[in-house]
């Protein structure tokens, strides 16, 4: 049952006018009105193309905009692109616009957005954000036809991606997944994605709103919900992922949404990523990764300074995390200079799990713990980059793979240490 919580009366009686529907869009936006538009009408034009008999609503769940973006969402109008595009849907195309108070919130607008699709009894539903500029009408129909159609409960994107983009993803969480629960999803924490109602009810009625993980990263704990319950599972590739600004770079916030939520997920699904799995990759319709080769500037001094300050100044935090021949070789490669620095992939995966073991067992706040790992990755980040300064696309997916091999031969040294050892 949809919870009251995020559903107020002004939305319920919008939900109500609507009536049930086969298909719900979800449209979470703060602060897009420059760019919403043309998101909207790429909604509207997949609609059309792809579900022009289906009953479909498009929900614009909005987190306090200051710039009318919900205004834009529901000035969009489906005529202009029934002349444009020369498609005609067979029903209304409802479009619903809600907003919440407090802060933005990637959990809010899910758990608005799962409340919504239970009432309205939708059969499947995608999420779209407005930040992807660069949207095609087809994405649309890629990440709903499967889960309409019955084939999967859960489809993830894949993006065509720059070798060095998303490296916490590819050097930490991508990883971790593959050895934990055996699949291979390249985009672990999804922007736009699509689900069946079913499993949206269900990763609604169990999952835990408002817990300590915060405000953001619910979107990869329902990627977790989905690879941990042995959910059927696809992915579609959509080609570039376009962003519509350039985000501050938050480290330590990024690391709290992918790796502090991982690591979190890790106490309740302990029977799941314990049992054996074969590392197999989910149906994937288009190539299942694209890398492109742009030249990017990183002042690897820097970076070298922040690790080797890190390591120095976090030594009694990182005592009670790390076993100590793990501290004793990242004090030797603290010492290192200029091109003879590396963070071995076996080091790294140690350090990962070690991390994880000890937030298991709350050695220290389990907060402090995920900060602690900050200064690390910028090492591991630091090798990534040279390792891969002249490598091909092939080449970085092969050092990409070999990482992965790394944490799955390392995954019962994880269990023993989950287990009390150390």
């Known amino acids: 049952m949809a919870e009251e919580s995020v559903l107020n009366d002004d939305f319920i009686r919008q939900l109500m006018n609507v009536g049930e529907v086969d298909l719900l869009v979800g449209l ?17 034009a997949g609609i059309l193309k792809c579900f022009p008999r289906e009953r479909t609503a498009i929900l614009n769940v909005d987190g306090g905009s200051k ?18 595009h020369n498609a005609y849907a067979l029903r209304t195309l409802p479009s619903i616009s809600t907003r919440y108070a407090g802060s933005p919130s990637s959990e809010t607008s899910l758990h608005t957005l799962l409340a919504a699709s239970d009432l309205l009894r939708a059969k499947a539903c995608v999420v779209i954000s407005p930040e992807s500029i660069n949207i095609e009408p087809e994405w649309v129909g890629s990440l709903l036809l499967p889960v309409y159609r019955g084939n999967v409960d859960f489809v993830a994107p894949v993006y065509r991606r720059t070798r060095f983009e998303g490296m916490l993803v590819s050097n930490v969480v991508y990883p971790m997944i593959r050895a934990l629960y055996g699949q291979k999803i390249r985009e672990p924490y999804p922007a736009d994605f ?3 109602g079913r499993f949206g009810n269900e ?16 979107e990869l704990e329902m990627v977790l919900s989905a690879v941990g319950g042995n959910r059927r599972i696809g992915q ?7 962003r519509s600004e350039q985000h501050p770079a938050d480290l330590v916030a990024a690391m709290r949404q992918t790796v502090g939520v991982l690591l979190a997920s890790m106490e309740v699904k302990f029977p799941d990523w314990t049992a054996t ?28 300074q922040m690790f080797a300050a890190g390591v120095s ?59 602690a790992l900050v200064p690390l990755y910028r090492g591991r980040a630091l090798t990534f980059l040279v390792e891969n300064r002249t490598a091909s696309a092939e080449q970085v997916e092969a050092n990409v793979e070999a990482l992965c091999h790394e944490f799955e031969r390392l995954k019962p040294y994880l ?8």
């Open 313 to 371: 100044e976090l030594a009694p935090v990182l005592q009670s995390i790390l076993t100590p021949p793990t501290l004793k070789s990242l004090k030797q490669i603290a010492d290192l200079d200029g091109e003879a620095f590396r963070y071995p992939a076996e080091l790294w995966a140690k350090t990962v799990y070690e991390f994880a073991a000890s937030h298991h067992k709350s050695v220290m706040s389990r907060d402090h713990i995920v900060q």
């Open 277 to 304: 799995h074969d590392v197999t990759a989910p149906p994937t319709n288009g190539p299942e990764y694209e890398v492109t080769l742009e030249p990017v500037r990183v002042n690897k001094k820097r970076l070298k």
């Open 415 to 422: 269990v023993e240490l989950w287990n009390g050892g150390k």
């Open 236 to 242: 579609t590739f959509l080609g570039l992922k376009s």
């Open 67 to 84: 710039d009318e973006t919900p205004d834009v969402v529901m000035a969009a109008s489906i005529n202009d692109l029934r002349r444009t």
């Open 28 to 44: 979470p936006t703060h602060n897009n009105a420059e760019t919403v538009g043309r998101v909207i009408q790429a909604i509207q």
């Open 203 to 218: 990763f609604l009625a169990q999952h835990s709103w408002h817990n300590e993980s915060g405000q953001f990263g619910t």
């Open 194 to 196: 699509g689900f069946s």
